[in-house]
Every structure is written in structure tokens, then in C-alpha cells.
């Protein structure tokens, strides 16, 4: 029975890992914001790393309710060896701002291996530490 439930699960939910995307990527004069669906009002502006940026998931902050990540391919880095850039909007729910946009993650398109940024979430502040970027930085969620 397990094995039928399973194999239900792979047919009707795997086809389908994000139904709805609740943010879009739009273009004014060469610069990016994220512009949220349901309140066209709410743009915020983004980073482009080369290339087209494109939403890619809505992240909840466990430690804080009113907060959430939007995370986004924000483009592609490198001659030799090629890294994709994911960064994330730091997005305050009640007051619709944001506060920062930092590198999430980098997926290195060889065998290649690269410090990802680190993130620490806390009830008060994330932290936010990146080799990379030279990031180190603490924000406040208010």
C-alpha cells in the first residue's frame, strides 16, 4: 500500500513543485525588481550578476513570522569555470520593505568547489556572512 501511495506522489506532485509563484521579474532602463502579484505596488528593487534575473522561491523565516526570503537567480559569474548567483531579498511582510538583498547560494557549474554564504537566523536580526562577496553583515528585523 505504501508503494502505491508513493507512486501516487510522484504523479501528481513532483510534476508540479511550485504551482504559484507569487513574485515576477520586471525590467525599467536596464535595472531589475521583484513586483509582487498580488499588490502590484510592492516593487523592490534587485541585482543583476549578468543576465536576466528570474524569481525562483519564497523562503519563511522560521524565527520570525513577519519575515520571509525571496530568493532569485540574480545571473551568471566566470570565464573558466562558470558560477550561477542566487540571491535572496530579505522581505518584511507587515511593512512591505526590504531589508537587503545578499548572496544565498552559488551552484558552480563544474567539479568545483566554492564557500556558499552563510546565513544565521536569529528572532531579532539575521546574520550574514560571505567569502565571496566580502559580506558580513547583521540585520535588525523590525
Known amino acids: 500500500m505504501k508503494y502505491i501511495t508513493l507512486f501516487i506522489f510522484m504523479l501528481v506532485v513532483l510534476p508540479f513543485p511550485c504551482v504559484a509563484k507569487d513574485w515576477s521579474v520586471i525590467e525599467n532602463d ?5 513586483q509582487q502579484d498580488t499588490d502590484d505596488t510592492v516593487i523592490l528593487r534587485i541585482f543583476s550578476a549578468g543576465g536576466l534575473p528570474h524569481f525562483e522561491k519564497t523562503i519563511p523565516v522560521q524565527q520570525n513570522a513577519d ?3 525571496l530568493e532569485y537567480y540574480s545571473g551568471a559569474a566566470g570565464t573558466s569555470t562558470i558560477i550561477s548567483i542566487y540571491n535572496a531579498v530579505i522581505f518584511n511582510t507587515k511593512t512591505h520593505h526590504s531589508l ?3 548572496p ?3 551552484v558552480v557549474h563544474d567539479d568545483r568547489v566554492i564557500p556558499q554564504p552563510q546565513w544565521y537566523f536569529y528572532q531579532d536580526r539575521i546574520e550574514i556572512q560571505d567569502e565571496e562577496s566580502a559580506t558580513s553583515v547583521s540585520i535588525p528585523l523590525r
Open 67 to 69: 519575515v520571509v526570503l
Open 104 to 106: 544565498y547560494r552559488y
Open 100 to 102: 537587503g538583498d545578499f
Open 30 to 34: 536596464g535595472e531589475f525588481f521583484l
